[in-house]
């Protein structure tokens, strides 16, 4: 038997002290090493989270039989996916501010990467022809740029290779990015932030390696780490819409519970989410789209979260495509056309399953801000086909519609959608074409 309600429920992970994350690595004894903190990503999260309800559930942790591995795997799912119907979202960096409305949680997000130049008056990339430069492309598609079907860029800058912006947006930040020419905001240098967002530092930390049999110092083994302290009221919220079996408590991720955060297992708490900042429920819920879609208005699909790379060039174009007719389930005779990416390099996750030990294989991701530009086609004529390339564009956002569906469940793959350029139907023409000699 299990609830039969499976409504999102937000929860904050507050750490209460230092916390580092990354993948495991050996150390050798009179090895002094140093230890470079990664942002948390949606392997870990699920991690935490998982682990959280199996206490809450009262599990016996110390059995370690495989029995009570499978017990584990049927109640809060496996190292591979979560059960059936749940669906896990985050992880997002969030400061709780105060306003006249009550608490809320602003959430911040990794900067898409079509956002290009200073931040004091940043330009959204827009399609550009692409013609053939001898010693590489004249504007920046950088999923591969010899073989995109087309180029985006900033053309009105001096630079046609303009870097894009990077760092971090706040929720008005965000609206103002994925609303397009049609934002209500003005763009304040303040909602962008360069390195991480202001409630989160970086801090170095050195220490001794301490033998668990003596609970001495180990000699030699001297450590150097990089390590991330949360300001107070802020740390990693997520949201967590699952059917929870009887032996769950339903509050199990929000009632001030104390659970173990990153390397070292550092404490944080886990406490309920207040509601979200009206600029980021605005744009999960799709206000900022339009209702009805004419064939020529171009439209950014970025990662929130890290998606699994599936090629590079032509073929990642394709996988993306792929991965929306596979998942996104859109309206009937609507198809996703995608014209050019810029993704940056990707970055390998990998990891060690905590229950066995054994490791996770690496793989190749695209990190969040990560940016497809694409159009809409098809879905009928005239007011009903716009209507149904609206709808498909709010089946797009706020979903977990690339890479494999059991990672999706952990939260990679969460895709928003941003208002983008109308298009010359001439360019879309030459990139079909361009794709079609080139596949």
């Known amino acids: 038997m299990t609830d039969a309600s499976a409504r999102s429920k937000g929860f904050l992970v507050r ?49 370690r039989s495989r029995a009570a591995r499978d017990s ?45 130049g200073s931040h004091r008056e940043p330009l959204r990339a827009r399609l550009l022809r ?49 609303a397009g020419t049609e934002s209500l905001a003005a763009w304040r240098s303040g909602d962008h932030a360069h390195a991480l967002p202001r409630f989160v530092g970086r801090q170095a930390l050195a220490g001794l390696e301490i033998d668990a049999g003596t609970g001495t110092a180990r000699d030699g083994m001297l450590f150097f780490a990089d390590v991330l302290r949360f300001r107070d009221r802020s740390g990693i919220a997520g949201w967590l819409s699952a059917p929870l079996p009887p032996r769950i408590p339903s509050d199990a991720l929000t009632r001030g519970d104390l659970a173990a955060c990153g390397w070292r297992s550092r404490p944080a708490v886990l406490e309920e989410l207040p509601p979200v900042d009206l600029d980021f429920a605005h744009l999960l819920e799709g206000r900022h789209l339009p209702v009805e879609v004419p064939e020529d208005q171009g439209f950014f699909l970025v990662a929130a979260t890290p998606v699994q790379c599936k090629g590079d060039g032509l073929s990642a174009a394709a996988s993306v495509e792929e991965d929306l007719r596979r ?27 905590a229950a066995s030990k054994v490791p996770r294989p690496n793989r190749s991701y695209w990190e969040a801000g990560s940016s497809w530009f694409f159009v ?13 390339r609206g709808e498909a564009l709010r089946r797009l956002n706020d979903a977990h519609v690339l890479g494999d569906r059991g990672e999706a469940s ?3 793959g969460h895709t928003l959608v941003a208002v983008g350029p109308t298009v010359d139907r001439g360019l879309v023409q030459a990139a079909e074409r361009r794709r079609e000699v080139r596949s």
Do not use: C
Request: charged share 20%; aromatic share 6%; no cysteine.
């Open 376 to 388: 809409l086609r098809g879905g009928g004529a005239g007011a009903s086909g716009a209507a149904a």
């Open 130 to 178: 692409s013609p053939d430069i001898d010693g590489g492309p004249s504007a920046l598609d950088d999923s591969s740029p010899d073989a995109s079907p087309l180029l985006l860029s900033a053309p009105s800058q001096k630079s046609a290779k303009r870097k894009p912006l990077g760092g971090w947006l706040s929720p008005r930040g965000l609206r103002w990015t994925l």
């Open 15 to 63: 750490p209460v002290d230092w916390v580092a994350f990354g993948p495991p690595r050996p150390n050798t004894a009179g090895e002094t090493h140093r230890r470079v903190t990664e942002l948390p990503g949606p392997t870990t999260f699920q991690g935490i989270v998982r682990t959280a309800l199996l206490a809450a559930s009262g599990d016996d942790f110390s059995d």
């Open 410 to 412: 952990f939260g990679y």
């Open 327 to 353: 998942n996104a389930r859109l309206p009937e005779g609507v198809e996703v056309r995608v014209l050019a990416a810029l993704t940056g390099p990707p970055r390998v996750i990998g990891g060690l399953l």
């Open 72 to 116: 584990r795997d049927a109640l809060v799912g496996g190292p591979d996916a979560l059960p059936k119907g749940w669906q896990l979202k985050g992880p997002f960096l969030t400061e709780i501010v105060e306003t006249p409305h009550g608490p809320r949680a602003r959430p911040w997000v990794t900067t898409p990467r079509f956002l290009m």
